[in-house]
Nanobody, 124 residues
Framework: QVHLAESGGGLVQPGGSLRLSCAASGRALSDNAMGWFRQAPGKEREFVAAVSWSGATKLYTDSVRGRFIISREYAESTIYLQMNTLKQEDTAVYYC?????????????????WGQGTQVTVSS
């Protein structure tokens, strides 16, 4: 059973930065694509970013492209989401997701495992 644990959320002012981490356990990290999703109050869960098993392919939603960077560290079985120039509209619970395929996907239903989420609040 794959277990995902997110960390790194918190309160930050607009224009600031945060780095989210997702530690995976239960299988070899290199076999799978992983992604980040977020859900704001009263809204549906939405895709943020995803990375392939090799790290060579990265997908981003338009609203974060150029500000967020997804990466993975095989030795630590961890993926990261570096979030820069944060805006109030980035406020949400951020979820890490894992899928049983090597290529990334933008749809939540394509992912098999989910973390519990970490809160990110952007406010002055």
């Amino acid at each position: 059973q794959v277990h995902l644990a997110e960390s790194g959320g918190g309160l930050v002012q607009p224009g600031g930065s945060l780095r989210l981490s997702c530690a995976a356990s239960g299988r070899a990290l290199s076999d799978n694509a992983m992604g980040w999703f977020r859900q704001a109050p009263g809204k549906e869960r939405e895709f943020v970013a995803a990375v392939s098993w090799s790290g060579a392919t990265k997908l981003y939603t338009d609203s974060v492209r150029g500000r967020f960077i997804i990466s993975r560290e095989y030795a630590e079985s961890t993926i990261y989401l570096q979030m820069n120039t944060l805006k109030q509209e980035d406020t949400a619970v951020y979820y890490c997701a894992d899928r049983d395929y090597t290529h990334p996907h933008r749809e939540a239903h394509a992912y098999n495992y989910w973390g519990q989420g970490t809160q990110v609040t952007v406010s002055s």
